[in-house]
């Protein structure tokens, strides 16, 4: 007997997850977050950019939504940045993956016209506290650390918000390809002329040094959207 929809849906978005963390430890394990970030958004903008001839464009109904859905990842890469900087992954990570699913169920009703039952809601508030309480341990905590946990929180308020966004945009894009495509086109640029800007003089040695890590972060940042959209 074949899995069902529910099943095979579930185990998708396990596998994105999985993905999601792999790249993020990735990330975290380089010298510097911003050059790290800059190239994991510069490997995905170039298959993007490559994909384009071959995929269809959105819809015209989908474009406001590509819009907001840059300024959501946007604001998560500059927090996810300061984040790591500040604080560890054991620490950065799962306050953030943990806030995000309390953003999308509370504001998807009024974005995406899917409101959860009450039962839903506290499922979701139950997984979120669990995977926060990772993030707990009986040590004097810093400013620094505190910082680490307000980037934490914020970066998983963007990951929220454009979890919302491109999961309507890419409904009204008519193909999801083609929505993701652009997206990642267009969100790449912006972290590319950043790294460029402030970092110009050691992008060079660190895409010597790191240039393969961040290759196949860059590869499974894509691919683990994909799978969720």
Not at 4 to 27: G, K, M, Q, Y
Not at 28 to 46: E, F, H, N, Y
Not at 134 to 145: H, Q, S
């Amino acid at each position: 007997m074949g899995l069902s929809l529910e099943a095979r849906i579930t185990l998708l978005v396990l596998l994105a997850a999985f993905i999601h963390a792999c790249w993020n430890a990735l990330v975290k394990a380089g010298r510097d977050p911003l050059l790290a970030i800059a190239t994991v958004s510069g490997v995905s903008c170039a298959i993007s950019a490559a994909l384009l001839p071959f995929v269809a464009p959105p819809a015209r109904a989908a474009w406001p939504y590509i819009a907001l859905g840059l300024l959501a990842h946007s604001g998560f890469k500059v927090f996810l940045i300061l984040a790591y900087r500040l604080g560890d992954l054991s620490r950065v990570y799962p306050l953030a993956r943990g806030n995000a699913p309390l953003v999308v169920a509370a504001f998807a009703g009024l974005v995406a016209g899917e409101a959860l039952s009450r039962g839903e809601l506290a499922g979701v508030a139950l997984v979120s506290l669990g995977l926060a309480s990772l993030t707990f341990e009986p040590r004097r905590a810093g400013r620094a650390d505190a910082w680490a946990v307000v980037c934490a929180l914020l970066t998983g308020v963007f990951i929220g918000a454009y979890t919302l966004v491109d999961g309507v945009g890419v409904r009204a894009s008519g193909s999801f390809l083609g929505y993701s495509a652009w997206l990642f086109f267009l969100d790449g640029l912006p972290m590319i002329a950043v790294a460029i800007a402030l970092r110009r003089r050691s992008l060079g040695r660190y895409l010597r040094g790191e240039g393969r890590t961040a290759l196949v972060a860059g590869c499974l940042s894509l691919a683990g959207y994909f799978i969720v959209v």
